[in-house]
């Protein structure tokens, strides 16, 4: 017999467990049910793990002083040993600091290469000493922020994620159940059209997002699933609602690890084992049910009605409120850790970090984890798929486009109504307001395409930093359907301002000239956007992004051939002449302008004036139509593959010793 109870929201049975299966708010669990028998169908050969941590300690090198010359190192974990197997959950708990995240990326074979952690220890998968490669196609991480793009459906990003990894050999109808299944496992049944969305922008609420994400690391079927704090930011009932999730994920024969900060005490009871970390070291490991009886035989008695995972935080947290405080609690703590180390030494301490014997035994066959290769997809493949979620996200991106496109007219509009018929009226008198004008626009453009990109894209790099991490695809593939995708945007804009704002102006009367000019428009917007790429791809955050690239900006306007006539350019500053794009696009523009011009002086019937000297006065006769064009074409090539390479350059790399 079974009986609801309204304390926990779970459906007890006759001996006292809890059936996770059961959620009285989701509909959607019958379906899951339903769905049990195909889902074990649908299985990839998911090998059952055991996944054993011994003496796993993490320092932290730190340089100070002047020079960074002084050495400074900081224990952030200390000795950690325990195991996790398939059909758990396994909860890392602690206070803020403890170093929960930084054991779960050592577990996880995340822990970044080129930061200031060493690592020591062993981590073996069933009793092997584990393997990057194989490790890596076994496991799946959640990271704690969920980056994602707005504009794609549930089903569409579970759908690219399942089709990028899947191996080649399944086929489509397959891949199609097996999505179906994750989105069904997961509960996301009922909003599988609905948008992902952002902070910005309205789409599925925070526990569905958090599901997303999980989904779309599920899709490969990973035996060992990592999630790093999932349950923060949401709100209980959906925090409830992911952890359940989770415990299903688990009996369906996955080790499940996470971190939790403070968890409510429904959530605390659905955990198998429980870790809590405090300052780096373990003070308990073992079933997260025995945690109480543990402590209270240590003399600390969990009050009635209390949640146990407040309490456990309270006891195992530093208090640095006062002097005495500290005193106190670091001597509570230090208390902790010599009776957990004792524990350790007794039979049902070394039972406890021992792994499961029975998937000791099952070694994981390589076939088990080659069969899902570095990459599913040959290289075009991969790129179409790559080139058809891009197209669709600047299909619905129709806000920024909208707006970009906007504020293209109301400069052409506003620009050529300040200088309407300028260019027509061209004379000896006038023709510096026309180098100006050229300018100015220059100017414009790459304000527009640098601050266009510069605040757009730091999102977007972030989520294919999480991509890449999760070997879905090649960077260039990426970048190459990206590239193709946008290029034709900018042109339509380039154009929109060009046909607007050539003629009101009046610029040289010829289809030639407009045709040219517009080449020079459009090739400035894609060096400004590739100087916005690189700059972005390779700083840290988007607000150091945004610091550094006025600096190119300001430096190649500076040099640009306006401001400063070669002359007036210090010698020792001459090369940044020649670094500024904006030189070669003022150089083309005023060329295309001004080359074997004659004009008239105002009053006159003769022809006084030659373009070609407009040219030499301006100093812009360093290179030719053709030179400038040429240039312009190579610094924003340096600039569009330098975005390449920085963005695969930043890509994560992960520390493989361990
Ligand atoms: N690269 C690093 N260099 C120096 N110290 C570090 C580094 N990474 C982490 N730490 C320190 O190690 C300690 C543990 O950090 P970690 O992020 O693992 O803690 P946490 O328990 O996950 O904290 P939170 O719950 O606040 O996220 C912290 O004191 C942190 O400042």
Redesign the pocket.
Known sequence: MAAFDPFSDQLVVEDGEIDYSFDPFSALDVEFRDKEKELSLLKLHRPKVSLKFEDLS?T???KNGCFRKQQQQ?Q??KNISAVVNSGQLLAIM????????????LLAGRL?AS???VGSGRITVNGKRRDPGSFKKLSAYVM?DDHMFADLTVLEQISISAKLRLPNNISKEEKERRIEAVISELGLSGVKNSFIGSETKRGVSGGERKRVSIGTELVTDPSLLFL??PTSGLDAFNAHNVVQTLVRLARNGRAVVM?V?QPRSNIFSLFDMLLL?SE?QIVYFGPAKDALSYFSALGYNCPDHFNPADYFLDLISVDVRSSQLERNSRGRVAYLHRAYNEFLLSTEGKMLTQAEAAIEEESIQETDVTKISKYAYPYWKEFLLLLSRAWKLLVRERGVTLIRAAQTMIFAVLLGLIWLNKGRNVSSTNYIDIEGILFFILINQSFISIFGTVFTFPLERSIVLRERASGMYRVSAYYLSKTLVEVPRSILFSLFFCVVLYWMVGLRDSARSFFLFLVVIFLTSLTAEGIALTVSAGAPTPQIASAIIPLFLVVSILFGGFFLSNAQIPNYFVWLKYMSFVKYSFGALMHIQFDNCQFQIPASDCVVCDGNEVLKTSGTTDFSLGGNIGLLITIMMIFRISAYVVLRIRGPRYDKNL
């Open positions: 993490v932290a090198v730190q900081k952030i974990l602690g206070p803020s600091g403890s170093g929960k995240t930084t054991l779960l990326n970044s930061s200031n952690l704690q790093d704090e971190t900060h970390l780096g």
